[in-house]
């Protein structure tokens, strides 16, 4: 075993240790304060088989139905949308790649301002047909057309362009931002906060049929994609000079693309956006552990499924008294100074 | 043998190149000389499989290098850049090391981490090697990409030859790494490679190159060996300058001396 492949293997346990044990506090706190660590240990040791003590209903039902899937689904979109934030920031070679650029998100977010604002009225027949289902599948599908769009768009001979795709996607964003802010205009006031809270994220519309929902697209997307790190690393050093090691790279961004839209729309169809998580979560790995994609692409979705975990702790301590606070002002509250202060600290030592 | 078939390029109504035709000979440094525009660096991107030529083919080891299948062609052709950004911050030896990943089976064997020690040594740079990329002088990173190319046809392949194009290899380095990078061309020339070089120093062309292309306007306006090439008609012609060969006492070679051209 040479020395990259130890530290690889102990970054990723670390990490792996470090998620279980927020999961087993994520799911040890909530209002119903009779259901702690103990309980829900207990809970899960019976499903597994692995206990035949009797439990009472209701703390079955707290720990199965409000406490795991809120957990798991923290899990999930934690992990897809900072591994998406890494395969993104590699592909473009920039580390301020999200995955805002290539559209998923301001797709994702038209279809939903769509809905809930013109569910009532114009689009009742569709979201009458389609229930519950209709924001997350309108998101998924606003995310994936616009993706779709400028990854077109921006392809020369059947090449896509990267520089031209960065600039095609901040106008087509800025499009969305339009239509976005015309549907926000139109809508009531009950609608208007329907839309905010969307936007600013929640783990609290979980049930395991969108938990499931998510994993069925992401999951597979999250064990293909670290197939392309050594690939992400030769294209480190510029598509050319991928290109004479070998690489096969319109094929490596084609898939890139295609991978990370899926898992960024599946989860932002669930949860709304949560931002800041696809942009930071690399970017610590990278500092901590460095760029290597073998470790970086693993070591993200981690990173990404514990701090969601963190935040979301967070949100529902911070509320007090309230129901909670949205998730995605807790990702950028706390997110972006520790961000701030590892940056600072990288720049004193000169790696900039 | 890499061979170049009535080559064009154009790009929108701009002919670049017209009419190329040779070949580079395996165990000879070429030197592609020429002004700026002259279309040097589109002739080696063709060769690199980069660009594809409007018409005429590039042939190598018997077949279009289109046809190649692009991991194999890999392991045999390797090309310097002319800029060497890095977009992440790799230590020097991993960015070494992704010379070798065109010959992975998986990960990384003993034999590829000894290739890769090998050429760190080979570019004095062991020092440097755990040193982040981004931290080096333009020069030092400059040998490191010679290093990772070189890593990458570090040996013989099972059959045929390998090629090396190095675009503008001596930009940036010191007179001492400029020529240590032309013995390492040539040193790999020696041992069977097909090595194409773009320079603008005629002296160092005279030094260390064998054969010689000369581009103007996109055409061929000279090949052959690098001594008759070089002739003081051409150079003054080609690169709008005075020229003078004087013999060197003990050198086959002659030194060519440049000074600007009188206004007429």
């Known amino acids: 075993m040479n020395s990259f492949t130890q530290k690889r293997w102990l970054v990723l346990t670390a990490l792996a240790v470090t998620v279980l044990v ?127 769009l400028i990854y077109n768009l921006a392809k020369i001979e059947g090449r896509t362009h990267v520089a031209l795709m960065l600039l095609t ?32 994220g929640s783990l609290s519309k979980a049930g395991w049929r969108e938990i499931g929902a998510v994993a069925v697209l992401a999951v597979p997307a999250m064990i293909v994609l670290p197939n392309f790190a050594r690939p992400l690393n030769a294209l480190t050093l510029g598509e050319a000079e991928a290109h004479h090691l070998g690489v096969p790279v319109q094929h490596v961004k084609r898939w890139l693309i295609f991978l990370s839209a899926s898992m960024v729309g599946a989860t932002v169809a669930v949860c709304g956006t949560i931002g800041f998580l696809g942009l930071a979560a690399p970017h610590l790995v990278r500092l901590a552990f460095g760029p290597d994609h073998r470790l970086l692409l693993p070591a993200s979705a981690l990173l990404g499924a514990a701090l969601l975990l963190l935040a979301d702790i967070a949100a529902r301590a911070g509320a007090a008294g309230f129901d909670e606070l949205p998730i995605g002002v807790i990702t950028a509250l706390v997110g972006a100074p520790v961000f701030l202060a590892l940056l600072l600290r990288a720049r004193k030592k000169g790696e900039f | 043998m890499l061979t170049a078939y009535q080559l064009s390029f154009s790009r929108g109504n701009r002919l670049i190149l017209d009419g190329i035709e040779g070949s580079l000979r395996p165990g000879r440094v070429t030197a592609m000389l020429g002004s700026n525009g002259a279309g040097k660096s589109t002739l080696l991107k063709l060769f690199a499989g980069e660009l594809t030529p409007n018409n005429g083919s590039i042939e190598f080891g018997g077949k279009s290098i289109s046809q190649w299948d692009s991991r194999e062609l890999a392991q045999r052709r390797a090309v310097l850049p002319q800029e060497s950004h890095l977009a992440f911050a790799f230590p020097v030896r991993e960015v070494v090391m992704m010379g070798r990943f065109p010959h992975l089976q ?47 046809i570090w040996e013989p392949p099972a059959s045929g030859h390998r090629y090396l194009l190095l675009d503008e290899p001596t930009a940036g380095l010191d ?75 003990g050198h086959a070679r002659p030194v060519i001396l440049i000074e600007p051209r009188l206004s007429k």
């Open chain 1, 22 to 148: 927020l999961a087993l506090i994520s799911a040890s706190y909530g209002p119903y304060d009779k259901v702690r660590a103990g309980e829900v240990l207990q809970v899960l040791a019976q499903k597994t088989g692995l206990s035949h003590a009797t439990i009472d209903e209701t703390t079955t039902n707290v720990v199965m139905d409000l406490r795991l899937p809120r957990v798991a689904l923290a899990i999930l979109a934690g992990a897809a949308l900072a591994m998406a934030g890494a395969a993104l920031q590699g592909l473009f070679r920039n580390p301020l790649a999200d995955p805002a650029l290539i559209g998923v998100s301001s797709g994702a977010a038209l279809g939903a301002v769509v809905v809930i604002v013109l569910g009532g009225t114009v689009l009742h027949g569709v979201v009458d047909v389609l229930g519950v289902f209709a924001l997350p599948l309108a998101a998924l599908g606003g995310g994936v057309a616009v993706t779709f």
């Open chain 1, 169 to 200: 996607g901040l106008a087509i964003n800025a499009l969305a931002g339009s239509a976005i802010g015309l549907m926000v205009y139109l809508a009531t006031d009950e609608q208007l906060r329907a839309w905010t809270f969307w936007s600013l």
């Open chain 2, 106 to 152: 998986g990960s990384e064997a003993p034999h590829d981490r000894e290739i890769g020690d090998a050429a760190l040594h080979k570019l004095e740079l062991a020092a440097l090697a755990d040193r982040p990329y981004p931290t080096l002088s333009g020069g030092e990173k400059q040998r490191v990409q010679l290093a990772r190319v070189l890593a990458q």
């Open chain 2, 175 to 249: 007179l001492a790494h400029q020529h240590a990078t032309l013995q390492a061309a040539q040193e790999w020339a020696r041992a069977g490679a097909v090595v194409l070089a773009v320079l603008h120093d005629l002296n160092l062309a005279m030094t260390y190159a064998d054969d010689a292309w000369v581009l103007e306007n996109g055409r061929l306006a000279a090949t052959g060996p690098v001594e008759e090439v070089l002739q003081a008609p051409l150079i003054e012609r080609v690169f709008q300058v005075q020229a003078e060969l004087l013999p060197r006492p």
